[in-house]
């Protein structure tokens, strides 16, 4: 255990198929009659970067503190390798947390901050001045070892946040919405940071968050939350384009969400009708804005073709949103590169493949 | 329109006549304690207006009194024993209250506040009874269990204000740095709860110091400097009282401004400094 771990400083996604660092199996937690999570089982692998995304009130605060030990889970269990972690006291677990308003001790100065986990941990006085030298370095705060929290600003309080928790060497470290006390400047500078600090400490980071776009920036894998449960656990990548539900597709990126009715091989939704594999009824499908184009003009046969009627267009710099009334009333957004001068009436087309089925999430289709 | 314009009017008189009314109200507070320090000065005793003859015989008198000395000296004993037996019961009294959960926490609270509003009357006798039944002789311990306990409330309500404002996500991440509770306790809620504790003993020291009710009914052999000077008053005024109240006077002056600098020295928000000048009633 060296605090710069140069083996998994590569950027290799961590392997899952070995042990799982963290298992939390079966979690369930109620505040008086109301549920905050249910049933959650959700893995952690070593030195992997997991964000549990949520809205606020889905329950992903309550889970980081049952992981933390400062809530004591209704049902279920939480093991780190093959020690039970929920019967342990917080100071027992091997799991140091950075809290949202950083909760530095504002009567100690930086280093004593930093050095608090090391001073009631008994550590020789020569080593810990020594961590804590290499932890001030490594969050670059050396320069403010003397200050006092107060006396320093919010996102130099962020970073002795870390350094304090990293110090302690941890196998896991909680972060429960470090980055949204910070202004948007700073916030992208820091999740950069972030995402490269926890690289090179090779730490598994489990990273609280409602910022979809945060969570796609840094993690390995996103597990979002809703209402206590989980709607889907995957790779961004994987959950950009495969959302399992209707609500993963929603909250992770836009998207049209088309409900269709199947039979024989064929979804129809209002005058569109593509081709699918799926047993005939009601379906979800997702389709991105990105996936609809405007008709090259070749007739590639595998491709679905209509008619729509750009009625707005957004402006997002590199790209525009335009929203596209089809001759049936159909609205639908799709996203062009700027400049195309996409105006009036259009030949558009997207793939088949491109419409993905999704679940329903109950109340949560609020696309079409 | 027009109530902006009535409103402006009004803050125009109000502003006027404030100044005034400051004034006396301050010189309603404050022109007794003058004339108790210039007429320990007066020559010809505490009677005539104005004062003449300035001296300092009554201090010279003073100084050589030793009935006086004692009693101060038995009243600070006093102090520092009702500080400490309401700092050790109201700091456990005051986190119980804030943290824990038990069966009758409401009554809890309201019985611990009570002996504020209680007169010292009913305190004094009552504890009276209690020494009397367990057989306890009079002293000035007695005086002191009795201060003790009567501010034991005092102590309460000001620890559990500095309790309130404390930020709990900080003890949270001293047991997450592997601090124990007790650690915890002694690093980190303590340091914060310095500056209430620290009021909280100076406002009992103070308390305790002019305390005659609760005093009276559990008086042993030896005077405290209240129940002195009152028992002097019986025998009439002399300007000596003048002078010995004027240099508690100077006391408790000095007693705030070291407990000012601390509060300026420790950093922390001014609204702790108020909360602490707070009446102690309003903890609740």
């Not at chain 1, 140069?6 to 549920?35: D, H, M, W, Y």
């Not at chain 1, 810990?128 to 006092?148: C, D, G, I, N, P």
């Not at chain 2, 926490?105 to 009570?114: G, Q, S, T, W, Y």
Request: proline fraction near 5%; charged fraction near 20%.
């Amino acid at each position: 255990m060296v605090l710069i771990n140069t083996e998994s400083a590569s950027s290799s996604p961590p392997k899952l198929g070995t042990q799982p660092l963290l298992s939390i199996r079966n979690v369930a937690k109620s505040f008086g009659r109301n549920p905050v999570l249910r049933d959650i089982s959700l893995q952690v692998a070593e030195g992997e970067f997991l964000t549990v995304l949520g809205e606020s009130g889905s329950g992903k605060t309550t889970l980081l503190r049952i992981i933390a030990g400062f809530e004591t889970a209704d049902s279920g269990e939480i093991w780190m390798e093959a020690q039970r972690l929920d019967a342990l006291p917080p100071y027992h677990r091997r799991v140091n947390t950075v809290f949202q308003y950083y909760a530095l001790f504002p009567h100690l100065t930086v280093e004593e901050n930093v050095g608090y986990g090391l001073k009631v941990a008994k550590l020789p006085k020569e080593q810990s001045v020594s961590r804590v030298e290499q932890a001030l370095a490594m969050v670059k705060m050396t320069a403010y070892a003397e200050f006092k929290p107060g006396k320093i600003s919010g996102g130099q309080q962020q970073r002795v946040a870390l350094a304090r928790a990293l110090v302690n060497r941890p196998r896991l470290l909680l972060l429960d919405e470090p980055l949204s006390a910070l202004d948007a400047n700073l916030r992208r500078q820091m999740q950069v940071e972030l995402k490269s600090l926890q690289r090179e400490v090779g730490i598994a980071f489990v990273f609280v968050t409602h910022d979809q776009e945060e969570a796609m920036v840094m993690s390995d894998r996103i597990a979002l939350l809703r209402r206590g449960e989980l709607e889907q656990v995957a790779s961004p990548r994987e959950i950009y384009s495969h959302p399992a539900t209707a609500y993963a597709a929603q909250f992770i990126g836009h998207t049209n969400l088309l409900t269709a009715e199947v039979s024989r091989g064929i979804a129809r939704c209002k005058s569109l009708s593509w081709p699918v594999k799926l047993p005939d009824g009601v379906a979800l499908f997702s389709l991105r804005p990105e996936n609809i184009r405007v008709a090259a003009g070749n007739t590639d046969s595998d491709r679905i073709g209509f008619r729509g009627k750009v009625i707005w267009q957004a402006f997002h710099g590199a790209t525009e949103l335009l929203q596209i009334e089809c001759i049936d009333g159909l609205l639908l957004s799709m996203r062009t590169a700027s400049g195309q001068n996409s105006r009036g009436n259009l030949l558009l087309e997207f793939s088949p493949e491109d419409a993905i089925p999704v679940r329903k999430s109950q109340e949560a289709e609020k696309g079409l | 329109m027009e109530l902006p314009l009535r409103a402006l009017e009004s803050s125009v008189t109000a502003s006027r006549w404030l100044p005034w009314h400051a004034a006396l109200v301050f010189g309603f507070l404050y022109l007794p304690i003058v004339t108790l320090i210039v007429y320990s000065f007066n020559g010809s005793g505490v009677g005539g207006f104005p004062p003449r003859d300035l001296t300092l015989a009554w201090y010279r008198l003073l100084f050589a009194d030793e009935a006086i000395w004692t009693s101060v000296l038995n009243s600070l004993l006093v102090a520092i024993a009702a500080v400490i037996i309401s700092l050790g019961f109201g700091i456990p009294a005051a986190l119980a209250l804030d943290r824990a959960n038990f069966p009758g926490k409401a009554l809890f609270r309201r019985l611990v506040l009570l002996p504020l509003i209680l007169p010292g009357i009913i305190t004094g006798l009552s504890l009276l009874m209690l020494f009397r039944e367990a057989d306890i002789k009079l002293s000035l311990l007695t005086i002191a269990l009795g201060h003790g306990t009567a501010l034991i409330s005092v102590a309460t309500t000001e620890v559990f204000a500095g309790l309130q404002k404390l930020d709990r996500s900080q003890e949270e991440a001293s047991l997450d740095l592997g601090a124990n509770y007790w650690q915890t306790f002694r690093h980190v809620t303590l340091p914060n709860l310095r500056l209430s504790i620290i009021g909280a003993a100076l406002l009992i020291f103070t308390l305790s110091m002019d305390e005659i009710a609760v005093s009276f009914f559990l008086i042993g052999r030896d005077n405290t400097l209240p129940l002195e000077i009152w028992g002097r008053l019986r025998r009439g005024i002399t300007p000596e009282i003048n002078a010995i109240s004027s240099i508690i006077f100077v006391f408790s002056l000095f007693a705030i401004l070291i407990w000012y600098r601390l509060r300026v020295a420790s950093e922390v928000q001014p609204e702790i400094a108020a909360e602490l000048l707070e009446s102690p009633a309003q903890g609740d």
